[in-house]
């Protein structure tokens, strides 16, 4: 519907993010292991997991960049934003 009304937006698409606390974080070898399957390894890279710093960084690029038209972050551009954002502090 926002590509048909033409509204500017960016549209940050995270799978899961990892909140506080230990129990989140359980998962984090079996994406690791998904990463290392030639067969799982596309999805389990689009479908990875976001830190909340990840997260905020994604939201502070948005907000910095506004867009033209209608753009997708998605969960492998959340991780390289969070790097380059990283980087220019």
Excluded: F
């Excluded at 500017?8 to 359980?26: E, K, M, N, S």
């Excluded at 067969?39 to 389990?44: D, I, N």
């Excluded at 890279?45 to 905020?56: A, D, K, P, Y």
């Excluded at 910095?64 to 551009?77: I, K, L, Y």
């Amino acid at each position: 519907m926002i590509r048909q009304c033409e509204i500017p937006a960016t549209l940050i698409r995270p799978w899961y993010v990892l909140g506080p606390g230990l129990w989140p974080y359980a998962i984090l070898p079996v994406y690791w292991i998904l990463e290392k399957l030639a067969k799982t390894r596309e999805s389990a890279e689009r479908l990875g997991l976001v830190t909340i710093s990840q997260m905020l960084s994604a939201l502070v690029w948005s907000v910095e960049n506004p867009p033209t038209g209608v753009q997708t972050v998605d969960v492998p551009r959340i991780h390289e934003l969070s790097r380059t954002l990283s980087l220019r502090r």
